[in-house]
């Protein structure tokens, strides 16, 4: 299927692959805005045949953007909810440890992240906050450190906005990247149109880590690492998106949703095993400039 041949809707576009620009792709799932119910459009995700990489066509053009991030509140699952936080506090205690005391950070703030003051107090360095538009004023070989959290699913062009951090990151300098996983347990069980990883039409781009390496190669950047972090919300609102399309009972849907305490443990129980088998929610991406790979290779 080529995204050139569909007929984008009115404020849509058709879109190509943002990690190798080709057309070709394979449909993945159909859906709604099912959680700011900002219109009943109906939004495609496809398979990028030649790299893997999800994304969606159409997509909603640059003008509109900010009013389809505004409808739709607070995350309920992924990498900027509130649920994904202690996970997240890990993961970057980790990280930041590795930086120099006196390290500058930059954060990159995603669409619909309002609170970024937690990560001056895990990382205790100083901290920048840019919108991704930004980076490209930054000078080059600035920054010690740069810390996106569920930024690259919006991007349009992730390999653009990952060579710009290439740029004016020191050569010894580390990226951490948390992103939402297409790979994960909970992504398979609701894969086709209720995962609640698509957010349609906020998710842009979703990459597994075999579709990171790819992307990060045509960036000037290296993926040292990459592992899962635990997202338990991805079970809940999934299956009360699920019960909610099929216009199942209220009692059913609270059952199963976020909101219930037996559903919250049963969940937490699935993303500790899904973890452990390196399935879980969320991606953890570590990238360092290609030049210090080399030489420290």
Not at 106 to 128: C, F, K, M, N, Y
Request: include cysteine; glycine fraction near 8%.
């Amino acid at each position: 299927m080529s995204s050139e041949t569909l007929a984008a809707p009115a404020g849509l576009e058709p879109t190509s692959c943002g990690l190798c620009g080709a057309d070709e792709a394979e449909p993945v799932a159909v859906g709604e805005d099912f959680r700011g119910r900002s219109s009943r459009d109906t939004y495609l995700a496809v398979r990028c045949s030649s790299c893997g990489l999800i994304y969606l066509t159409p997509a909603p053009i640059a003008s509109l953007l900010a009013s389809v991030h505004e409808s739709a509140g607070e995350p309920e699952a992924g990498p900027l909810c509130l649920g994904a936080r202690r996970a997240l506090r890990r993961s970057v205690e980790r990280w930041a440890r590795g930086l120099p005391t006196d390290a500058k950070v930059l954060v990159l703030s995603a669409p619909e992240d309002h609170d970024q003051g937690w990560i001056a107090d895990v990382t205790r360095r100083d901290v920048v906050v840019r919108s991704p538009e930004k980076v490209a004023t930054e000078p080059e070989r600035s920054y010690d450190g740069a810390l996106l959290v569920g930024v690259l699913e919006s991007m349009a062009d992730p390999v653009e906005l990952l060579s710009r951090l290439a740029r004016v990151l020191r050569s010894d300098g580390r990226i951490l990247m948390i992103s939402t996983n297409p790979d994960s347990l909970a992504a398979g069980a609701f894969r086709g149109r209720h995962w609640s990883g698509y957010d349609f039409p906020r998710r842009r781009a979703l990459a597994d880590a075999a579709t990171m390496r790819l992307l990060v190669a045509r960036t000037g950047l290296h993926l040292e690492s990459a592992r899962t972090l635990g997202d338990p919300a991805a079970w809940t609102v999934s299956a009360a998106t699920l019960l909610r399309d099929w216009e199942a009972s209220p009692w059913l849907i609270h059952a199963v949703g976020p909101s219930s305490w037996p559903a919250r443990l049963l969940a937490g129980a699935l993303e500790t095993a899904s973890v452990w088998r390196g399935k879980g929610g969320l991606l953890e991406s570590v990238l360092r400039p290609a030049t210090t790979a080399k030489a420290s290779g």
